[in-house]
């Protein structure tokens, strides 16, 4: 299984510390003024869109595997619900996609969730069985 990101989800190495704060319109690690000056969702959007498609030719078709995502690709802000209005789809990349987390879980509406925004290990099993029809097999504990 594979999940994807969203395209404004920021996370990197800098001088050996681990840097990942999530989306940048959500973190306070990186100034308002910055993102703003030099965060162009639309270029994130064809970066991402090209990695994603260079890892699904070059690595993924050669396994049998399910790719999926926590929100939806083009998601800018998910506690608005802020979506990239893009005049590309990627169908070929997106059609690829299994429904998101926020898609089955909520509706596409984060708003309902009210605590943290991650999916809990009942919503995780929750999205197998909507997507997959799996159960987890009830084991003997005698």
Known sequence: MV???TIFRES???RGKWVGNGN???????PIEFIKTYCDPDEFYYRDMALIRATQLG???RYNHHEFSL???TQINQYHN???PSKEKYEIIQNRLLPSFYEILWNND???KKNNHHPSSEEHLLYLKNVFNWTPKKTNTN
């Open 71 to 73: 929100s939806p690709l």
């Open 110 to 112: 984060i708003q309902s």
């Open 12 to 14: 990197r190495r800098i």
């Open 82 to 84: 802020r979506q990239l």
């Open 24 to 30: 940048l319109w959500t973190q306070n690690e990186y």
């Open 3 to 5: 999940q994807w990101t």
């Open 59 to 61: 690595l993924l078709d």
